[in-house]
């Protein structure tokens, strides 16, 4: 079974900054994406940011176009999404995901609990 634990959420404020941690097991393919979408209630899901693990292609929505640096660290498994100049728009439960790879980040197939992030205004 795929899992995925996410951390790094919580209460910041406007203009701030989070690097949420996604630890990732059990994805058998040679070539797939890892990626978090985020969920605010009454919104669509939003898929924020995706990365490629065979050739390293990012995905970044136009609502976090150079606020956000998705990464990873090959020898801990775990994958980066980092945050900066948070607005409360961004406000919702942030997925670490599963996440296609052709469109890149066009749909996901799997996720963990998920991570709240709060922005105050």
């Known amino acids: 079974q795929v899992q995925f634990v996410e951390s790094g959420g919580g209460l910041v404020h406007s203009g701030g900054s989070l690097t949420l941690s996604c630890v990732v097991s059990?994805?058998?393919?040679?070539?797939?994406?890892i990626g978090w979408f985020r969920q605010a209630p009454g919104k669509r899901r939003e898929g924020v940011s995706c990365?490629?693990?065979?050739?390293?292609?990012?995905y970044y929505a136009g609502s976090v176009e150079g606020r956000v640096i998705i990464f990873r660290d090959d020898v801990k498994d775990t994958w980066y999404l980092q945050i900066n100049g948070l607005k409360p728009e961004d406000t919702a439960v942030y997925y670490c995901?599963?996440?296609?790879?052709?469109?890149?980040?066009?749909?996901?197939?799997?996720w963990g609990q998920g991570s709240q992030v709060t922005v105050s205004s």
């Open positions: 995901a599963q996440a296609a790879l052709e469109p890149l980040c066009a749909d996901f197939a799997s």
């Open positions: 059990g994805i058998t393919l040679d070539n797939y994406a």
């Open positions: 990365i490629s693990s065979s050739d390293g292609r990012t």
